[in-house]
């Protein structure tokens, strides 16, 4: 894959501009947002069909090096480099590269006044991250949302309504295991090219369970890791064990994989007055099986039969429709300029911030155990 | 769409003590025969798909049952207008007792395991689709408490009954379609209620559950004018789309189809449940326990709860 072109050129299309310290920014006018695609591969192709689905916005082009892959957009706008795109004119961009050009593509786009929606993980460092705010806080009237889809899926969405009610009680802890096989092409996938992808499965997949850790159950101090690579033998990670503890007293432990050859997802919520279990992923493919949740209530010392087994509602889901959701919160921040209040820059430097502490404790080596 | 499975253990008889139960049946017989029977003047197509094809029948406290042959609900033809059904509501003494007895006599069993459960299901859904709800409206509930536990979660600024007209985000329908006349008159008023974007939440006892499916004309639950339609889930989709409906939710949570035919066989045991029904029952509990699970799983059970979302 070739680099992105990510020189900086301005916007010579603009509803209204007006001055905001350091460059412009623009305002959108329309119902309908112009979008643009940087990135026109997997993911690339997924955000097209969303943005096609989207009362709220109409393709403007995308942007992809790749010549041969650049001709799979059809009849759009297909540009060579970022600036091509955004000097024919958008509103937002969709940021659909590979970790190592996301940070670049995000901080040019919102130069020049275009918003942005940036898939995860937000680069491959936190260092990555912090420009990438830097560059939000220059440009104080573009919206900057991340791709944690996994928050709009719908056995997530039940989780956090039941979490928020208070109903259970507090949240005493998580877990989650989240893992797949590799696939097809995954051995020859940029992802297990360290220098793009800035680490393995833990930051490709893994990310999005931490994520929901923070999401479901706030935020945590101490972080311990982990890390394999004894199957695949990428100079990157294909297990990661990560165990996280908060000054509340509050636990989580996620085991992220490239090894799980059925493949799994599974969150575990402990709280005070029952447990929430969501498994299974709705998928393109499948693959994850079933998405439902279990919703259990604790039975109580003082009841005749404590057993341990109590009666459990389960709920399946049959449509995932995270992708719409995400996107369509994403383009109501911008219409109705309201912050970005769910997967912001916030949440993708802390969960970075999370990521990078482990993979720091991971590579510190582990102290020997006792005998 | 999704589809619940809930596993709690209550009885029947917690929620409707065979004593009190029995003298209801026993009024609402006399009241029918005296009330409705001669009111009985509409004759109907099935009300949930429109067929005017009959595949069977049978008699009820002197009304009768048509068996839909298109989607199998289970519907009274010739039946009461909503008007003679409203003098029913105000003046029999069989829903006289149901107020003042019944309904009190199984208060507590029925709100922790019924109406709590109801409230939360309705508020947590509402907080899932649609967040930003300001007014739930119900349509026709004949008891308060399950509006007065939705009001209590706190999530919408009003909560108020049989609102004729006024707009609202959420609309609540329980078990009010089994026992309307006009039923399209009841969907087109809701479906106007909710506008451009708005959740309805529908329970109904469905035809196409296991126990009713087992015992049918002798199914103890049954009858006239609480059950004047019996929708069954191909029915029930059929009629909320025909009004501008999609179901998120379309769920048979129901726990108590098992329990309702081994008790019906225990009573009489000639009643004609195939033997491998029979062979069923008698096993031990967790069996029973696993095939209630499976009927909710497959939408085979006789208790119907539905989300839908304006289209």
Redesign the interface.
Known sequence: MGAFDIAFRAPVECSITEQSGRDEVTQVVGRVLRAGIVGYGYMGEIRRAVVDRSPDLELAGVVEPDAAVRARAGDVPAFSSLGDLLASGVDAVFVCTPNRFSPDACVEAMAAGAHVFCEKPPGRSVSDIERIREAEAASPGVKLMFGFNHRFH?GI??AK??V??G?MGRVIGLRGVYGKSGGVGFKASWRNDKDVSGGGILLDQGIHMLDLFRYVGGDFERVKCFVDNTFWGFDIEDNAYVVLHSDSGRSAMLHSSATLWKHTFRLDVILEEGYLVVDGLLSKSGSYGRERIVVGKRQFEDEAEAVGNP?????????DQSWDLEVAEFAACVLEDRPVAVSSSLDALRVMEIVEAAYADAHAGPREAAR | MKNIVIFDDYSEKDLKPPALLREYVELTERDVREMLVPAAALRVPCPACLSPDVASTFEKFGLTYAECASCGTLYVTPRPCDSGLDRYDRESSARRFWREELAPGSGAARREKIVKPRGEWVVDSTREHLPGAKLCADIGTAQSTYIDEIAAEGLFDRVVRDALFERADVVTLFEVADRTSDVDALFARARAMLGERGLAFVTAILVSGFDLQMLWDRADNIFPPDRLNVFSVDGLKTLTARHGFEPIEFSTPGILDVEIVAAALERDPSLPVPRWARYLLSREEHTRRDFQRFLQSELLSSYGRVVLTTV
């Open positions: 719908p969405i039940k309504v039941i928020d009610s109903r009666a459990e509602e389960v709920t399946y889901f049959d449509r």
